[in-house]
């Protein structure tokens, strides 16, 4: 992962956690790596996964069965999604149309780009 300046990293373990979820590649009751290995495989702090597994906790995205390790929820891509758009919505899509404004894209572009990129 190439990690970036303007968001936490815990927050940016989460975000790539939660593709996962989304894309299907961690189902629901399925352990995922546990803290120890992540941060090995991302060469991050222990403490700092640790945070990212109390987030997603938090947000009933992932689930711990003590001493055996974390598991996805069974609502758990559900659950991802919706922290996902509305992380996007508010956060993302604001400047987004801003920018948008300011440059006098009209919304037709954008539609017409999004079609392309769906297509694929």
């Known amino acids: 992962m190439q990690f970036e300046e303007q968001q936490p990293i815990y927050i940016q373990i989460a975000d790539e956690f939660c593709k996962n ?22 060469e991050v702090n222990p403490n700092t996964v640790a945070r990212t597994f ?3 906790q938090s947000k ?4 711990n069965k003590r001493g055996i390790g974390y598991f996805v929820s ?3 891509k559900e659950k991802a999604l919706e922290y996902r758009r509305e992380e996007f919505m508010s956060k993302i899509a604001p400047n987004f149309f801003d920018t948008m404004y300011l440059l006098g894209i009209p919304y037709s572009d954008l539609e017409k780009r999004y079609n392309e990129k769906v297509s694929k």
């Open 21 to 42: 979820i989304i894309l299907d590649k961690w189902q629901p009751n399925e352990r995922i790596p546990s803290v120890r290995d992540v941060a090995v495989a991302l």
């Open 54 to 56: 109390e987030f997603m």
């Open 60 to 63: 009933d995205i992932i689930f």
């Open 74 to 76: 069974e609502d758990g």
